[in-house]
């Protein structure tokens, strides 16, 4: 391993060129180790596999954390989407036509025992679960991060994980999570063991409670980034959906940063399915612990929760879950909670949920700012292309910009990017591009490719909320939670991660708990974003605290229906000008063009523009602009 930084002075000038295009602190591996996974996922599908299935990756994926911590050397091969293997699409992109790791050695891995074998000693030993009580297979996870060991179900089977580690490989098992003989730990009866605090009912938010008092109060865990991701209660319903919805793929990035691990419930009013022996409200009480754990320990900053509610599995109405919430009251729900603790969701949603190698692309070297691939447009030009009029006012007809969404999860990013910026018909319409940019954190080299290869009409934007998921009242009207406002917080989080990528539109302000985002939030988002915010429950277009917006609207999946409802809208401002914030999830650019082509063909008498992003709203503010001057002229207007 060799840091740029180590170069001796007589390379001054040579160290000052690749800083300039690398970035400081650049790792650049000589050798990197690949694993190929895809057994796995192909093995998940089979339910007398699954436990295997879980296993291996288990223990894969926090080995990963703990040697891609301070560089980048094991990757697996493991995620493809739309016919593309997104594992190799990246790891070959940076070997040739990025030139991070063009003079790395790829040495290939033939067996996990390879990946064992290889890299024998990075972990200082194991940590064993319980099969019994689900949760501590994401505490196991969180011993894993902090303690540097690799989690393992207690088993006594000769080619279990634990019994293959401790007896071929010669691991001390240095946490226990079960007892010796496989008896319980946590049984949600009497007291917490180890610290004799008040058991809570239940075992699951028994070991919970526990895991707060060692990890997190002991200051083990970074407090700054958190883990949502399902225990190993998908072993027993893995059919629910797709063969990587473990999503233990994911585990490695927040291993490496030493984050705290949890699957709990959002909701009180009943008991989870995973659970339901227990006390109304454990689940939730016990969620609502961790997150104030977190808030008290960072300080009030905000804090990354990657993962997503698991609705396939639990918490849900869907299907036989057998809960009475449906998915999205479930995930706004958990959106709340965190954030009124200053907490944001990197939304690893399932059906894309699985990301791999984030461990691994953290490293890849980023430069301190970049710009917009396409400069943005002025009133100027807008007058040059007829939207304003000579008196200032904006020409009638229907504006329609596309929020091109919803990348607010860094595995959809991850997996969607190949797929999406390789369409021949990119380009043919003015696009949105919605890419939360603390993103960035798990998958930089997304946003790079990105903007190398975005045409004249691809415009980048944040997606829900601005630098992260969460709803922006919360962190205002905090409820039942005894914290001072967040938006401080928050402002200082969008304005770096924004300002980095170049972007001044949040092109949808969430708050799924039924909030209007006021002046004051507004005023706030001015400073990050004040060139548009696209909003949730905030009726029309207009400016609010400075800021031009417009309520999001939801098109149609069918382009030819999607384009008879843009029509019909338009039927409103042939005589005023009006304006369409359309939203779409994972369309590819071909669909937008599907769209404006139904339009001209279905609807030629249709006055309707799309334009990119930052038109869309500059638009809006100039109309307010010549509405309100218009007033004040007539004001002044003698009677």
């Known amino acids: 391993m060799q840091r740029i930084g180590r170069i001796f002075w ?34 998940g599908s089979s339910p007398e596999k699954t436990p295997r299935v879980w296993d291996h990756f288990h223990a894969l994926a926090a080995l990963q954390g703990i040697v891609n911590r301070q560089a980048p050397q094991l990757y697996i091969y493991y ?9 190799s699409f990246w790891l070959e992109w940076y070997q040739k036509e990025d030139g991070w790791l063009k003079g790395a050695e790829v040495v290939k891995l033939d067996s996990i025992e390879a990946v064992f074998d290889t890299f024998k000693g990075r972990a200082k030993g194991l940590v064993v679960y319980d099969p019994q009580v689900h ?19 207690w088993s006594q089977e000769p080619d279990s994980m634990y019994q293959i580690l401790s007896k071929r490989y010669g691991y001390l098992v240095k946490e226990w999570l079960v007892e010796p003989d496989g008896k319980s730990k946590f049984t949600g009866k009497g007291r917490i063991p180890d610290y004799d605090l008040p058991g809570t009912g239940s075992a699951k938010t028994d070991a919970y409670r526990w895991a707060i008092e060692r990890y997190l109060k002991s200051g083990l865990c970074d407090p700054l980034y958190a883990a949502y991701y399902i225990d190993s209660y998908w ?84 299907r036989s879950v057998g809960c009475k919430h449906d998915g999205v009251d479930t995930e706004w729900e958990h959106a709340r909670i965190i954030s009124q603790y200053n907490g944001y969701m990197e ?52 504006y329609l910009g596309h929020y091109v969404g919803d990348y607010d999860a860094a595995a959809w990013l991850y997996r969607s990017v190949p797929k999406m910026f390789s369409d021949p018909t990119r380009g043919a319409v003015p696009m949105g591009w919605a890419f939360n940019p ?81 002046e004051m939030e507004f005023k706030a988002y001015s400073l990050f974003s004040p060139d548009g915010c696209g909003t949730h429950f905030e009726k029309g277009a207009r400016m609010i605290g400075g800021v031009p917006t417009c309520n999001e609207w939801d098109l149609n999946g069918d382009p030819v229906i999607a384009a008879r409802d843009i029509a ?13 914030w359309c939203r779409s999830i994972l369309k590819m650019p071909s669909w937008y ?7 001209k063909k279905n609807h030629p008498d249709a006055a309707v523009t799309v334009v990119d992003p930052y038109t869309f709203f500059g638009l809006i503010r100039e109309a307010d602009k010549a509405e309100r001057s218009k007033e004040k002229k007539a004001e002044e207007k003698p009677e």
């Open 235 to 318: 072993i027993e319903h893995s059919q629910s959906a797709g063969p990587d919805m473990h999503t233990l793929s994911n585990h490695d990035y927040f291993i490496s940063k030493r984050s705290f691990f949890f699957d709990l419930s959002p909701w009180g009013d009943e008991t989870p399915n995973d659970d339901r022996e227990q006390p109304l409200g454990a689940d939730v009480s016990m969620f609502r612990e961790v997150m104030h754990q977190h808030y008290l320990q960072n300080g009030g900053r905000i804090l990354k929760v990657g993962g997503f509610t698991p609705w396939p599995f639990k918490y849900t109405d869907h």
């Open 593 to 599: 063009l599907a769209v404006s082509e139904a339009l």
């Open 438 to 518: 603390n993103l960035a954190d798990r998958a930089p080299m997304a946003f790079v490719y990105a903007y190398r290869n975005a045409s004249t009409n691809d415009f980048f934007i944040t997606g829900d909320s601005g630098a992260g998921y969460l709803n922006p009242r919360s962190l205002t009207q905090r409820g039942e939670v005894p914290f001072p406002s967040g938006l401080a917080a928050w402002t200082e989080h969008c304005s770096k991660y924004m300002g980095r990528w170049d972007m001044s539109i949040v092109g949808f302000v969430l708050d799924g708990a039924g909030y209007s985002s006021t």
């Open 135 to 153: 949760a501590t297979a994401c505490l196991a996870s969180t011993a894993a991060g902090t303690l540097d060991l690799i989690p393992v179900r």
């Open 10 to 43: 007589g390379s001054c000038f040579v160290l000052g060129v690749l800083l300039m295009a690398l970035g400081a602190g650049a790792e650049v591996p000589e050798k990197v180790y690949l694993f190929d996974a895809r057994s796995y996922k192909e093995n």
């Open 347 to 398: 939304a690893d949603a399932p059906g894309y949920s699985a990301m791999a190698n984030a461990s691994f692309h953290t490293h890849y070297p980023l430069k301190e700012k970049y710009t917009q691939p396409n400069p943005k447009p002025t009133v100027q030009q807008w007058k040059e292309r007829g939207f304003i009029t000579e008196d200032g006012s904006v020409k009638a007809g229907l």
């Open 568 to 580: 019909w809208v338009s039927e409103q401002y042939a005589d005023k000008p009006g304006f369409a």
């Open 79 to 87: 995620c493809s989407t739309w016919g593309i293997e997104t594992d």
